[in-house]
């Protein structure tokens, strides 16, 4: 008797796994559609049965948040049918619509797995196909949370971020441990992960506001983040110094943090520290800003903090209740207490 195989939905978004290289500028673009790469390899036919919806085809520069709201809801939509899902996606944002179908969808029971590529599938050394394999591979195992597949690596989706534009292994974890690896075959490694479940997922996407994100720098002029505050913005998140560190003597940052509040508008402190958690009690260029009202983002990537400050403003703008989600951790996200 032949067991069934697999049954995974493939939401295709476009990015280099799908690209073709121009032959007279030899810059990438849109090619291939989804059916294009699920025929491209003979072993994704005989394992898996394998169907495809087409969320968009471009460019992950060009993702938007609507674009993320619609990944969910396709995957909500097809929840029922499928035993896993995996998304094609561009590299440069992956980790923020990874992070946005993490928050969005809640209660999940079965494996989410976004991919993509670093060289495109009709270039020699592609790997396009090996990643879309091990995708397929991973959304077939015994888990149920948003993941990164790519390189040998498997990574929890809201706690992924890129750090190279050419390496294999283009995504890392910073402060939380990999969900797994790809060797001879895909396995998963980290203790806690979450496994599969038979409950209904729910839908609780969303994802508003003007949110500004500025770095600081030494000698950034105080004027030009009022200009921004000031602007309409619903959301700012400033990324730090260290662990949290704010500018509190000359050029300080800390009169733009009380004109925030004033306007109602949440702040967010985080770290530029790939490997950092803000710990703002430490210094007291920290402890000042902290005394202000801003949020510390703890260990969270950037990425995840700008996603979670949109998805929270869409269910609130009030500061207290903001405060109180971001000390909540929703999709593992965030180690609370750091």
């Known amino acids: 008797m032949n067991t069934p195989k697999p049954s995974l939905l493939l939401l ?14 030899s810059a990438l673009a849109p090619y291939l559609s989804a059916k294009d790469l699920v025929a491209s390899d003979v072993h994704l036919r005989e394992e898996f049965s394998i169907k495809t919806k087409t969320i968009t085809n471009i460019d992950s520069t060009n993702m938007q948040p609507h674009h993320w709201e619609t990944v969910a809801k396709a995957i909500v939509q097809n929840y ?21 179908v993490s928050f ?37 195992m ?21 750090v190279s534009e050419s390496e294999r292994d283009a995504f890392i974890s910073p402060v939380f441990p990999e969900l797994g690896f790809v060797r001879l075959q895909p396995e998963l490694t ?44 619903q959301g700012l998140i400033i990324e730090s110094f260290g662990p949290g560190n704010v500018p509190n003597d000359e050029n300080s940052l800390l009169p733009c943090i009380k004109l925030a509040n004033k306007k109602g508008i949440p702040v967010l402190i985080c770290t530029q520290c790939i490997y950092g958690t ?38 609130t ?22």
Not at 282 to 299: F, K, N, S
């Open 317 to 338: 703008k009030d500061l207290g209740k903001i405060a109180v989600i971001f000390n909540t951790d929703i999709a593992g996200e965030v180690t609370i207490g750091s």
């Open 142 to 162: 015994d888990f149920a949370e948003v993941a990164i597949v790519f390189g040998n690596r498997i990574l929890r989706g809201a706690r992924s971020t890129k």
């Open 80 to 100: 029922a049918d499928f035993d896993g899902f995996v998304v094609a996606h561009g590299t440069d944002t992956m980790a923020y619509t990874a992070s946005a």
């Open 104 to 140: 969005a969808l809640q209660n999940l029971g079965k494996p989410v797995v976004f991919t993509g590529a670093q060289v495109p599938p009709e270039i020699v050394g592609t790997d396009a196909m090996s990643n879309l394999v091990h995708a397929f591979q991973v959304a077939t």
């Open 278 to 315: 803000t710990r703002m009690y430490l210094y007291e260029v920290g402890r000042q800003a902290m005394e202000l009202g801003v949020i510390p983002t703890r260990d969270m990537t950037p990425e995840a903090a700008f996603v979670k400050l949109k998805w929270a403003l869409h269910q």
């Open 12 to 25: 295709f978004c476009g990015g280099t796994i799908a690209m073709r290289q121009d032959v007279v500028t």
């Open 190 to 233: 980290y203790p806690n992960i979450k496994r599969r479940h038979t409950g209904m997922v729910e839908l609780r996407g969303g994802f508003s506001g003007n949110v500004a994100v500025v770095k600081c720098v030494p000698g950034f002029n105080p004027k030009t983040l009022d200009a921004i505050i000031n602007s309409g913005i």
